[in-house]
């Protein structure tokens, strides 16, 4: 698998960009996300787009600080999910784009739970709780 720096669209952010410290951070954010390439090389054709480096200008402003946190965020809550359905399904792939709420009912589907209307939060509980208990308990 290429790393970032091994990437072309990467070296090219790092060689134009105006704004080589956001660049770098949100390079570094992609790293960590541990994408499979194809999805890592959407995300990074749709930044120099919206940087300006792509066909579609727009201004440079459009890619902040505040857009790079979300996506952080957005990133950690479904990574967090992936890890906390693991139990009940197993290693979860082809999720990448869903939204945390689809991995957690992905997730109790596979133990017969049905949760169509339940809230991101009361996914959560419910997923804990059915991990907890498929979970094996100590001999007293």
Known sequence: MKTLSQNP???????????????????QTL?????PPN???????????????????TPPSALDEANLDLLRQQCAEIQKAKEAV????????????????AIYRYGLSQVGVRAEKINLEGLQALTLREVNARAPHPKP
């Open 9 to 27: 669209i990467s070296a090219k952010a790092d060689k134009d960009d105006a704004r080589p410290d956001l660049t770098k951070q949100f390079l």
């Open 31 to 35: 790293e960590e996300m541990h994408l």
């Open 39 to 57: 999805k890592l090389e959407n995300l990074l054709q749709t930044a120099l787009k919206t940087l300006g480096k792509g066909e579609d200008s």
């Open 86 to 101: 693991r139990p009940l399904a197993g290693q979860i792939f082809g999720m990448d784009s869903a939204s945390p709420e």
